[in-house]
């Protein structure tokens, strides 16, 4: 297995703040205030699994000119300084009386003056990592003027470096020949439960660092929905199983799944299953930037209404330090689609009540069109031992 | 593998509901708004991956008396269902434009008339998953006053059912099997991160459902930090290995540590080891309700202190379905402990600059005193193949 290099040069990190901070230019902010996981890592490439505990708040401040400051917990610092942000400002948390507010408000009235207008992500899809009671006290503390961010990191995190690009494609890689695998986990008789642990199993060994997310399902010629928690129920001939994966490899997602037939499919769900991957292939090879996610649904939509009811809400969306992000596929999304941008394909087909096949591919759009980051699932449904 | 039985009948969550309906009196509010993971999990049992994705807001309101009601994602609809929540709303999300705000307002005003006090978690530790510009707008659109839930739902959290004691102990033998394989995949020569990940490969193989944290290190003598992603460098004679876990069973984390040196350990690596086995082992004898979160951090610093200097920070916290919740073992912290809560103990101890071991256990605070969740340590660090 021949792994790609981890992590990236401060070059890239530079040229992240350097477009940051023309958007805080053109939106006229004098710093941007973030708290969340995915936020801070793309500027800092802090990366660690210690977001898992929700005790601790966590800032960075990048301001109009000049480095980023990280106002963080002190068991981070040893982490934080591994990396290129050099102005780390620790206090000991989690303290009660005061965790990490004051410190932040010095910091920030220190670096922007008195009068400096911050932005924050708080559009579609944010939310502000630190409790509500500390975010009043913040604004009280200092008299700058929070304000919303118009979407900037949203809108530069959307679009990737052919770094970015390099890493999620390694990703999607150890899912797809974790896919390749499930052959030797999943056969009618084992039980649903075994089948999600041993993929996981798959992913680790195929080169996952972890494995946020796994949903999944198995049900008689299709599934009724995609984000319940496995049964202990046994494959049975007839079943469709489907598995879905966001695993992470250095920090980014994939996000794609694969159904598998146990036993000999029936046609519906053959013909279903061809007709998802041709009308993903098909609007892949006609995706160009400019067009709208509006438009990329549906046309999505218009590939397989020939086949049956399209599965209902978001058919993909935005990929990358998020298992989900950024765009939606849905008829109200009018973001205009960019090279650079990586996007999941996720669309259905309901054969019946409560019964739904689902196919996701992710790819990034390039000036030419889109190039498959998931080694493309063939038409054919694989079949399981049923 | 006797795996105990998964989920709680309906009378665990109305359980759960009285006494927060009995808080909610005590405290002066007509409904808890709810937005989180953790807490929507606790009152409702709607347990899945899916929160990996931050797309989309999900509210739970409980209301002062009557049944809970969620007002969710219509991808969520059909699990929720399965459990004993009878009261559903959902909209298509995501929605650009009113992503569930105006669907919650109404909810709201429909359920407690226009004048209400809504209580939502807004101390320490807690956060609103919400956009705040959709927070924002819920405020304007119904003249409802929301305040903070004077740390109610944290509180009924901390101190845990039978049912749930009995998870968190299955959880936490789950991860107590994977520690006592550890000889099968780590000796001297193996990287680090393939330590990791075939620990990650094990903690499934032995139960967990996922993992969503891992940390560890490895380092000559002692290590600096216990919060790095794992570095490609081999394990050597002299290191002591650290692997921190808090895997999931059933929607219940543990999260406990084990380290081992790799090869014959120094005396310093031994004695230390030794030595916060013991102060574990002797603060846990002598807990008792009643005694304070920062009484019991003393207690751990004073019986640490003929060792060595005692590692900085907290020195535990409250688990459930949080890998770390609650009270914090800080000198601030002034909880008073009760039967019933789940607490981490996790000492350290300093061996020299950028040298430190941590050891960490799980216990249930009984009436007669702790009781041991994590399956306890032996004194003796476990030696790998040198």
Redesign the interface.
């Known amino acids: 297995m021949t792994a790609p290099a981890r992590g990236f040069p401060e070059s890239e990190y530079r040229a992240r703040l350097q477009r940051a901070q023309r958007g805080m230019a053109a939106v006229g902010c004098d710093a941007l205030l973030l708290t ?1 996981e995915a936020d801070i890592l793309y500027f800092t490439g802090f ?4 977001w ?4 601790r708040p966590w800032f960075l401040i990048l301001p109009a000119a000049g480095d980023p400051v990280a106002v963080i917990p ?3 610092a ?2 934080m300084a ?1 990396g290129w942000i050099a102005d780390i400002r620790t206090w ?1 948390a ?4 005061d ?1 990490g507010v004051s410190l932040l408000a010095d910091t920030l009235t220190e670096l922007l003056g008195p009068r400096a207008r911050v932005g ?1 992500p ?12 500390d975010w009043a006290r913040l604004q009280a503390l200092c008299g700058l003027r929070f304000d ?1 961010d118009s979407g900037l990191v949203a809108g530069l995190r959307a679009v990737k470096s052919e770094a970015e690009i390099a890493a999620i494609r390694a990703t999607c890689a150890v899912a797809g020949r974790a896919f390749a695998r499930v052959t030797e986990i999943a056969r009618a008789g084992v039980p649903l ?1 075994q089948v ?3 993929f ?2 798959l992913c ?2 195929e080169g ?8 999944g399902a198995a049900a008689p010629g299709g599934y ?7 049964t202990t129920e046994p494959l049975r001939p007839g079943d469709v199983l489907m598995l879905d994966t ?1 695993l992470r490899r250095d920090g980014y997602f994939c996000d794609f799944d694969r159904n598998y037939a146990v036993g000999p499919p029936s046609p519906a769900v053959r013909e279903a299953h061809a007709a998802l991957v041709a009308a993903v292939e098909e609007v892949a090879a006609a995706l160009r930037p400019g067009q709208t996610a509006a438009q990329l649904h549906g046309a999505l939509r218009a590939a397989l209404s020939p086949h049956g009811e399209p599965g ?3 058919l993909g ?1 935005g990929l990358g330090l ?4 950024g765009l ?1 596929l ?1 008829p ?2 009018r973001t205009v689609l960019e090279a650079g941008m990586v996007i999941t394909l996720e669309p259905g087909i309901v054969l019946g009540p409560g019964r739904m096949l689902v196919h996701e591919e992710n790819v990034v759009l390039r000036e030419t069109g889109a190039e498959f980051l998931s080694p493309p699932a063939a038409r054919d449904i694989p079949v399981l031992e049923g």
């Open positions: 969340t990366l660690t699994r210690f898992e505990s929700p005790t002190a068991i981070g040893a982490l591994r000991p989690p303290q009660p009386e965790d924050l708080m559009g579609l899809e944010t939310q502000l990592r630190m409790p509500l009671t919303g439960d999600f642990r041993d996981q199993r680790l060994e996952a660092d972890w494995v946020p997310y796994l949903a009724e929905d995609v984000i319940s928690p496995a966001g209902g809400g978001r969306h998020q298992l989900t992000e939606s849905i109200e999304d």
